[in-house]
């Protein structure tokens, strides 16, 4: 009798984030159930206290690198990892306390703690491929959660993940929304974002805050130029490329450009 073969083990890993992306795995419900059905879960602390020994097939890492600590932790999670998979704005770009990247992290802890001597932190807030290697990174803040069970899909069936890497303003189009930067001129990231969110935020009449960080080869030098056009000034529009994938390297350039314009952004 040919004996039945082992299913694959996943680990869901934490780091400096708010635990939404591993929320939007317990939202899948009905489909989680099917997909416990061909894993093992070995290791997921925010659904179980359950704990299986590594090595893992696949793991899911969420958060970005914050401490020395973490930083340590996160190469034990790639030695015992077959695949890693980062998932969500902190594990891919930094996440929104990225925005600490950007002045001295020191100036804020005497404000933030009443104990700031017992705070150790890193002067920057990094993404975990920065520090590893990254087989597939899962963009979104949260990520969509029809995405990640793609992407488990994919790697389970030995494919290429089905992800899109065109823009929001292609979700308007499929929505038959009427461009809110044309028709009423409100800032608008969706043209250099990836696309995910069912454009959500322009549907509601609202400018995209580039949740899912850029999209395949944006250009946002383009974008910037066109919000200085629209009378957004330069804070403004550093602003505007700073949010949850502010570290991403498009955004980071446009902001760092406009920051400071007389050195265009270098």
């Not at 299986?52 to 097939?57: E, F, R, S, T, W």
């Amino acid at each position: 009798m040919k004996k039945k073969s082992k299913k694959p083990k996943i680990a869901v890993w934490k780091f400096a984030s708010c635990d939404g992306c591993q929320l939007s795995l317990l939202d899948c419900e009905d489909e989680l159930l099917d997909l416990v059905g061909e894993v093992e879960i070995a290791y997921f602390p925010e659904a179980s206290r359950a704990y299986i020994k590594g090595p893992y097939d696949i793991s899911l890492v969420e958060g970005s690198i914050t401490t020395s600590h973490d930083a340590e932790r996160i190469h034990q999670v790639r030695r015992q990892s077959g695949v890693v998979i980062t998932i969500g704005a902190c594990a891919t770009s930094g996440g929104i306390q990225a925005l600490r990247n950007f002045a001295d992290v020191q100036d804020y802890i005497p404000i933030v703690y009443a104990s700031p001597e017992y705070i150790s932190t890193l002067k920057k807030s990094t993404p975990i491929n920065e520090h590893i290697y990254v087989d597939f990174e899962l963009r979104g803040c949260p990520i969509n959660k029809y995405q990640l069970l793609e992407v488990f899909n994919a790697f389970l069936n030995g494919r290429k993940a089905n992800i899109p890497k065109h823009s929001v303003c292609m979700e308007c189009k499929q929505k038959g929304n009427v461009c809110i930067m044309v028709s009423q001129q409100i800032p608008c990231l969706g043209p250099v974002t990836q696309a995910g969110c069912g454009a959500l935020c322009p549907s509601y009449q609202r400018g995209c805050f580039a949740c899912y960080g850029p999209k395949e080869t944006p250009n946002a030098a383009s974008l910037g130029d066109w919000f200085k056009q629209a009378g957004l000034d330069n804070e403004e529009i550093t602003r505007m490329f700073r949010g949850v994938s502010s570290y991403a390297d498009a955004f980071r350039k446009e902001s760092a450009r406009h920051e400071h314009p007389w050195n265009n952004g270098k």
